[in-house]
Nanobody, 121 residues
Framework: QVQLVESGGGLVQAGGSLRLSCAAS????????MGWYRQAPGKQRELVATITSGGTTNYADSVKGRFSISRDNAKNTVYLQMNTLKPEDTAVYYC???????????????WGQGTQVTVSS
């Protein structure tokens, strides 16, 4: 089985910073893109940032210049450094990975359980 486990969420004041981590574990053969999505109450889940295995990044316009995504391929871990946080960044943040387990020969999408980020004004 494959698991994605997020950590690093919490409560922070506006203007503050948080760093999220997501570690993929289990019987993993290979990981392509990894990323972060978020879902605020009453809203649809939206993309925050993604990063390919080669390090190419993509960001939502709302977080460009404030958030930075990175990964450690040796540790199967992706990070999201969030700076200058705003109340509108409040949401549950989900880790996502496009990976192939050792059990199957195709790549599939996996999600973490989510971590709450709350930004107070």
């Amino acid at each position: 089985q494959v698991q994605l486990v997020e950590s690093g969420g919490g409560l922070v004041q506006a203007g503050g910073s948080l760093r999220l981590s997501c570690a993929a574990s289990g019987s993993i053969f290979s990981i392509n893109a990894m990323g972060w999505y978020r879902q605020a109450p009453g809203k649809q889940r939206e993309l925050v940032a993604t990063i390919t295995s080669g390090g190419t990044t993509n960001y939502a316009d709302s977080v460009k210049g404030r958030f930075s995504i990175s990964r450690d391929n040796a540790k199967n871990t992706v990070y999201l450094q969030m700076n200058t946080l705003k109340p509108e960044d409040t949401a549950v943040y989900y880790c996502n990975a496009d990976l192939r387990s050792r059990r199957f020969s195709v790549y599939s999408n996996y999600w973490g359980q989510g971590t709450q980020v709350t930004v107070s004004s």
